[in-house]
């Protein structure tokens, strides 16, 4: 397990620089800026077979992370929600699934993974964080070098993290009223 930890946090800091370069961000900008890699986790997720009381393993949701890492067995089951559709995500043989999180502040994917019928599913989810005690906020780069406004209000990623875990525990009976980037919106 420490083997496949250390690995993925090389993969996400991989991932991290391509994101930087994408985005043309300066060499090590988001190195220096999320330079503690003791937030990091990695989940082992073991999925039972679909009995006829439900086929959902985990329900509708986004990360909480900045970039999650997925390999999954050949079972299948992970699904992504695309204008009001949920599309399958089937395994590719040696490839890793890379998803965003909502500490990106983009367009963290709802996503769920279904129960396979007849068998179980296994896989591990690494989640490439940030440190909780940093500051969530758009860098200057995509604000006000470009004069556009945040539409998210800047938050302490500690505190999001309590807001997720209150709102898992006692899960609220609106959709609307469930915790997510949207309780940080700035609306004009
Ligand atoms: O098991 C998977 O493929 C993904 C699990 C997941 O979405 C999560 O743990 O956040
Ligand atoms: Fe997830």
Same mark, same amino acid.
């Given at each position: 397990m420490e083997e496949i930890f250390s690995q993925f946090s090389r993969i996400g800091l991989i991932v991290e620089s391509i994101i930087a370069e994408c985005l043309g961000l300066p060499p090590n900008l988001l190195q220096e800026h999320n +330079? !503690? /890699? $003791?937030?990091d986790n990695l989940a082992a997720l073991y999925y039972l077979p679909a009995t006829d009381k439900g086929t959902i393993g985990v329900s509708a949701h986004k990360d909480i992370s900045c970039i999650t890492l997925v390999l999954q067995d050949q079972v299948g089951g992970l699904e992504v929600e695309k204008d009001g559709d949920w599309i399958p995500l089937p395994p590719l043989e040696g490839a890793l699934l890379v998803n965003i999180g !909502?500490? @990106?502040?983009?367009? $963290?994917p709802s996503h769920r993974v279904l129960r396979p019928e007849g068998r179980s599913r296994n896989s591990v989810a690494f989640f490439f964080n940030i440190s909780a005690d940093k500051w969530i906020e758009p860098l200057p780069e995509f604000t006000k070098k470009i004069e556009e406004q945040p539409r998210y209000r800047k938050f302490l990623y500690k505190e999001y993290l309590q807001l997720r875990k209150e709102n898992k525990m006692n899960p609220p009976s /609106?959709?609307? !009223?469930? @915790? +997510?980037l949207k309780h940080y919106a700035i609306t004009t």
């Open positions: +330079n !503690d /890699r $003791s937030w !909502d500490v @990106i502040q983009f367009k $963290s /609106r959709v609307e !009223d469930e @915790i +997510n």
